[in-house]
């Protein structure tokens, strides 16, 4: 009901938000970064002594119950609640914050939150909460379709999320819990968790995948880049803390090696680059051959070079705008230092709006902001960008600089061939390479060419796009589901940026299946997943052709910081009157 009502809504969003139009807010200054005090390194003698008390509680944390989980985790959501306005000030203060002021940071928050509540609801459902249907593709092969789901059903109209099961394995949920469920009594295990710099949101999953998913407690240790979100998470978990579930400790290489090699740590979890992960395992600069040096079980997941792909068709010049604006949201979303990040752009060459979609996509990088490139060796990546090609295009608006922090421009390259483009090093920053690929501006043709070249060629298999218009999806039905399922990442995400994989917490995140550790790929691994399902391949993520109102996701949201506030008030504990006002709010945008 709540599905039906949210897709029949659009027409009535579209007229309400036009006629709002005239009222609306301008988009935001931009406000550089000043920076943030270094977080001093945790002594090793403080290091044993959180992970003895982590060893103490161990074997108790296997034994919780799952009410007792529940209960941790909607503690753990007051007290983000709590915590999120001032750690959003202090991650603009480093990062910077531009045309949707705070809103892109508070977003980080709502997904922090509704993460902890499905997992909440998902320890209340005994380790195996419903989806809203199960199916067979006709090879058999299982799929859920797990979002949206209840009232976010109105929030998330025309949207529909499924998680396809590996080949011949049953859509099973809830491993660990099953198993306990029988009286076996597990082991416990102490976790290294090595958080990454870019996200808070990316180190309070990996968490949450330990704790909920793995059953073990944790200690993390977070990236230098963004110890600053430490005591905000510290803050966010203080119930796991205070419980001797979770601990926080700080430091860089040294401390880090020291906790990969401690006696007390069973394992090891990741979300960084495959240089780290293979030093991890296989010892810097070691050859990656016979067996790895370390023995833990060390799961990560890693980037990608992330492909958009858009199927020729016959578009209308606001199909061309909005889904330029899809691009460049997955391109420059937290200044590109995201492994989902939009890396290269395939076009069909005999598409006959190709050169139209390459103006709306050089016009919308005119008029997204500058940013900070905040992410160390960012200035070296841009350089390396340019010397690689000829004839890199520079935009962006509103350069800027101030006590030593300055803007860098958007790069792109277009026309270039599959043999030119650079498809094995992931740039990381706000950098994008459109190739042409020879489809005869033919689906049928273009699509199996677009997605052996991602499959085969481009580095990665953790997120793609593909933006398909809704005529094209009916006409040549076969050749899109055909590439849907041909497509070896662990997101596919049809009209939407990959930034909405990852946010939607339902769906699962991580590597394809199959990687291994001496070519690991994109991970070994799937977090998120709230519904907990044991043997996924991949989640594909659907959305509208087009939003009615402006998509939240975009930076022309001229309302964005109220809107996001609404939905996480509403995502903490869904209810009629908090998802009325993020209505309200979004029609502002």
């Given at each position: 009901m709540y599905r039906t009502l949210g897709g029949s809504s659009g027409p009535a969003l579209w007229l309400f938000s036009s006629l709002l139009s005239p009222f609306k807010a301008a988009r935001k200054q931009a406000i550089l970064p000043t920076g943030s005090t270094p977080v001093p390194a945790t002594s090793k003698a403080d290091i044993d002594a959180a992970l003895q008390k982590l060893t103490d509680r161990k074997q108790q944390w296997v034994m919780q119950p799952c009410a007792r989980r529940a209960e941790l985790l909607r503690a753990c959501i007051q007290q983000t609640l709590l915590v999120k306005d001032e750690a959003v000030d202090e991650t603009v203060r480093v990062k910077g914050a531009y045309s949707t002021g705070k809103a892109e940071e508070m977003m980080i928050y709502m997904v922090i939150i509704t993460e902890m509540r499905e997992l909440a609801e998902a320890m209340e459902a005994e380790g195996a909460p419903q989806p809203h249907a199960l199916y067979q593709r006709p090879n058999g092969q299982w799929v859920?379709?797990?979002?949206?789901?209840?009232?976010?059903?109105?929030?998330?109209?025309?949207?529909?999320?499924?998680?396809?099961?590996?080949?011949?394995?049953?859509?099973?949920?809830?491993?660990?819990?099953?198993?306990?469920?029988?009286?076996?009594?597990?082991?416990?295990?102490?976790?290294?968790?090595?958080?990454?710099?870019?996200?808070?949101?990316?180190?309070?999953?990996?968490?949450?995948?330990?704790?909920?998913?793995?059953?073990?407690?944790?200690?993390?240790?977070?990236?230098?880049?963004?110890?600053?979100?430490?005591?905000?998470?510290?803050?966010?978990?203080?119930?796991?803390?205070?419980?001797?579930?979770?601990?926080?400790?700080?430091?860089?290489?040294?401390?880090?090696?020291?906790?990969?090699?401690?006696?007390?740590?069973?394992?090891?979890?990741?979300?960084?680059?495959?240089?780290?992960?293979?030093?991890?395992?296989?010892?810097?600069?070691?050859?990656?051959?016979?067996?790895?040096?370390q023995s833990r079980q060390v799961s990560a997941e890693l980037g990608c070079i992330t492909p958009y792909i858009v199927c020729p068709g016959q578009w209308s010049q606001a199909d061309l705008d909005y889904h330029a604006g899809t691009v460049v949201a997955g391109m420059t979303h937290n200044a590109g230092h995201n492994c989902l990040k939009a890396e290269v752009l395939l076009l069909d060459k005999d598409w006959a709006q190709r050169e139209a979609f390459l103006t709306a996509l050089r016009k919308a990088l005119d008029e997204e902001q500058q940013r900070v490139a905040f992410y160390p060796g960012s200035d070296t990546k841009f350089q390396r960008f340019k010397k690689a090609f000829q004839g890199v295009e520079e935009h962006?608006?509103?350069?800027?600089?101030?006590?030593?922090?300055?803007?860098?421009?958007?790069?792109?390259?277009?026309?270039?061939?599959?043999?030119?483009?650079?498809?094995?090093?992931?740039?990381?920053?706000?950098?994008?390479?459109?190739?042409?690929?020879?489809?005869?501006?033919?689906?049928?043709?273009?699509?199996?060419?677009?997605?052996?070249?991602?499959?085969?060629?481009?580095?990665?298999?953790?997120?793609?796009?593909?933006?398909?218009?809704?005529?094209?999806?009916?006409?040549?039905?076969?050749?899109?589901?055909?590439?849907?399922?041909?497509?070896?990442?662990?997101?596919?995400?049809?009209?939407?940026?990959?930034?909405?994989?990852?946010?939607?917490?339902?769906?699962?995140?991580?590597?394809?299946?199959?990687?291994?550790?001496?070519?690991?790929?994109?991970?070994?691994?799937?977090?998120?997943?709230?519904?907990?399902?044991?043997?996924?391949?991949?989640?594909?993520?659907?959305?509208?052709?087009?939003?009615?109102?402006?998509?939240?996701?975009?930076?022309?949201?001229?309302?964005?910081?109220?809107?996001?506030?609404?939905?996480?008030?509403?995502?903490?504990?869904?209810?009629?009157?908090d998802l009325n006002k993020a209505a309200v709010a979004a029609l502002w945008g």
């Open positions: 859920a379709d797990v979002f949206p789901l209840g009232l976010e059903g109105i929030l998330y109209g025309g949207f529909k999320g499924e998680l396809w099961m590996q080949p011949g394995k049953e859509p099973t949920q809830g491993a660990i819990y099953r198993t306990k469920a029988k009286g076996l009594k597990p082991h416990g295990g102490v976790s290294l968790v090595l958080g990454a710099g870019n996200q808070a949101s990316v180190v309070s999953g990996d968490i949450l995948f330990k704790l909920i998913h793995e059953d073990e407690v944790v200690i993390v240790k977070t990236n230098p880049v963004n110890e600053y979100v430490g005591k905000h998470l510290e803050q966010a978990f203080k119930p796991f803390v205070d419980a001797g579930y979770l601990a926080f400790v700080y430091g860089g290489g040294e401390e880090g090696k020291y906790l990969c090699n401690h006696p007390a740590v069973q394992s090891i979890h990741l979300t960084g680059s495959e240089a780290t992960h293979d030093a991890i395992v296989w010892g810097p600069g070691n050859p990656k051959t016979g067996q790895p040096q962006g608006a509103q350069p800027m600089q101030t006590d030593g922090f300055k803007t860098a421009p958007w790069l792109l390259k277009t026309g270039l061939t599959p043999q030119e483009a650079d498809v094995t090093h992931e740039n990381w920053v706000g950098v994008l390479q459109q190739i042409d690929i020879s489809g005869g501006g033919n689906p049928e043709s273009f699509l199996p060419k677009a997605v052996s070249f991602a499959n085969d060629t481009c580095w990665g298999t953790l997120s793609c796009a593909l933006i398909v218009d809704p005529v094209t999806q009916k006409t040549s039905a076969t050749a899109v589901d055909t590439a849907i399922a041909d497509l070896r990442y662990g997101s596919v995400n049809v009209n939407l940026p990959t930034i909405l994989g990852y946010a939607v917490m339902k769906m699962a995140w991580g590597g394809f299946p199959g990687s291994t550790p001496q070519d690991i790929q994109s991970g070994n691994c799937f977090a998120h997943n709230t519904l907990l399902y044991d043997n996924i391949q991949k989640g594909v993520l659907y959305g509208p052709w087009r939003m009615p109102i402006t998509p939240f996701w975009s930076s022309h949201h001229k309302n964005a910081l109220n809107m996001i506030q609404a939905v996480t008030n509403f995502v903490a504990k869904p209810n009629v009157i």
